[in-house]
Nanobody, 118 residues
Framework: QVQLVESGGGLVQTGGSLRLSCAASGSIYTINAMGWYRQAPGKQRELVATMTRFGNTNYADSVKGRFTISRDNAKNTVYLQMNSLKPEDTAVYYC????????????WGRGTLVTVSS
């Protein structure tokens, strides 16, 4: 099992920045990719950014050029640096990890709320 704990959410004005962190614990060796998803009120959860254990990244078009995902394997932590935030970035952000031995096994954090005021 893998446990994921997010931190770093909060209230920020349009154009501001926030950095989210997600610390993983437990069976770390089973993790392949880690990343971030978000869910805005009344909307489905959507991918924000992911990074594999080899460093390959994938971003949603809506955040390209504004958000940067990074990973510190020594600390078992993944980060999401969010710049130039917009009101439409307001959502609960969830950390995610998948299992390198079984693609059907996914791990989720409890989420952290990001609110961008206009």
């Amino acid at each position: 099992q893998v446990q994921l704990v997010e931190s770093g959410g909060g209230l920020v004005q349009t154009g501001g920045s926030l950095r989210l962190s997600c610390a993983a614990s437990g069976s770390i060796y089973t993790i392949n990719a880690m990343g971030w998803y978000r869910q805005a009120p009344g909307k489905q959860r959507e991918l924000v950014a992911t990074m594999t254990r080899f460093g390959n990244t994938n971003y949603a078009d809506s955040v390209k050029g504004r958000f940067t995902i990074s990973r510190d394997n020594a600390k078992n932590t993944v980060y999401l640096q969010m710049n130039s935030l917009k009101p439409e970035d307001t959502a609960v952000y969830y950390c995610n990890a998948d299992n390198r031995f079984s693609s059907s096994i996914l791990y989720w954090g409890r989420g952290t709320l990001v609110t961008v005021s206009s």
